[in-house]
């Protein structure tokens, strides 16, 4: 077996891994989409959506029920989100030392926009750790589950893919993450994670799971040293 490449920059998404931020999105929606929906319904088509965008869960909820949503709907309750974001999250918790002890180069990966990944950093107080760039969904054309964020990142980073190790809470990220040709730690310390979420995930390949923050500068250092 042929070892692993050698880490060169580390990646991490931001909402579910910077910030605990996918539950007030997944509440806020539901309760929504319960005006339009059967709400008993709602929960399995719901289901395992995060990480995607609102439009993508949207057409997946219209397509499912066979019925659209009004005009203005998604514009509408994206700035009802972001607004409660803004005003509720806190960061995942012990984000910041974590962080703070990789001696790595670091760029965030998110399927948010710009502005709301900005903030997220400002929360954080990330803003100057994060040294490799910020990429959101804004800048492709196919956000994640395509590997093309992450490519960018790499690509700008002049790093090859194979050489990054990316932290993902989700399905759609960690989906994006492998087929870019890049090692996946999942994350399942946040909020919304479900309890079967760790063994879905590892289905999917992804090698490398932790449940808190402390545990990530240990596990990369490992995964560095190639003893995992």
Do not use: W
């Not at 709907?73 to 974590?98: H, S, T, Y």
């Amino acid at each position: 077996m042929q070892p692993k490449p050698s880490i060169e920059l580390l990646i991490c998404d931001c909402d579910g891994v910077l910030i605990d931020s996918e539950i007030i999105a997944e509440r806020h929606l539901h309760a929504a989409l319960a005006e339009y929906y059967p709400a008993h319904e709602l929960d399995v088509v719901l289901a395992g959506t995060f990480g995607l965008q609102s439009r993508d869960i949207l057409a997946r909820v219209e397509a499912h029920f066979g019925k659209p949503l009004p005009t203005g709907f998604l514009e509408e309750n994206r700035n009802i989100i972001k607004a409660r974001i803004r005003a509720e999250v806190q960061p995942i918790a012990g984000v910041r030392d974590a962080l703070m002890k990789i001696d790595l180069p670091l760029a965030v990966v998110s399927n948010s926009l710009s502005d709301a990944v900005a903030f997220a950093l400002q929360r954080c107080e990330l803003v100057e750790r994060v040294n490799r760039g910020v990429f959101s969904a804004d800048q492709v054309e196919r956000p994640k589950p395509a590997p093309d964020l992450y490519l960018l990142a790499a690509e700008t980073a002049g790093v090859d893919p194979r050489n990054c190790l990316v932290v993902e809470d989700s399905v759609t990220g960690a989906t994006a993450a492998l087929t870019a040709g890049m090692q996946v730690i999942g994350f399942l310390g946040a909020s919304h994670i479900p309890p079967e979420h760790g063994e879905t995930l590892r289905q999917l390949g992804v090698e490398h799971l932790i449940g808190r923050m402390d545990e990530l500068p240990g596990l990369v250092q490992r995964v560095q040293n190639g003893e995992t």
